[in-house]
């Protein structure tokens, strides 16, 4: 898994897996799903790597991975996706509380406003934290 989101992160073509639950067949095609490591891994490895929490401003400000940048999916948009991320193949990883629908929503606007370089935090925030990794509270 690791080996395909660092191809994916660098440009070459590579094969999502389809997220669990009900969310669609068609997002295996916007998105690679990683675990926390993963992250971490990006990371270092991605230079211009984008981290977007897509929850409330109030839960972000509640603990939220650093650095990331608080984009609630109710002002996803275009417009604010290319205030984070002016260029659409940079790497851009979306996560929310629980990996579930606001950031796979916040993919689906970003794939539609054109970025392709996806990736979707499966665990969301509380994997991030349930494995006792860093975090900051405002």
Known sequence: ML??????ATGQSAIAAEPSGQNGSDFSALAIPINSEHLIELYQSVPDLKIIDSRHRQDYALG???PSHNLP?????????????????QALVFYCNDGGDSSIEAIRIASACGYRRLFWLEGGFIEWKDKDYPFVIE
Do not use: M, P, V, W
Not at 3 to 8: G, H, K
Not at 73 to 89: E, I, N, Q, V, Y
């Open 64 to 66: 939220h991975i650093d």
């Open 73 to 89: 999916l109710r002002k996803a948009d275009c417009r604010a996706l290319s205030g984070l991320a002016a260029d659409t193949d």
């Open 3 to 8: 080996l395909l989101c660092l191809s994916f």
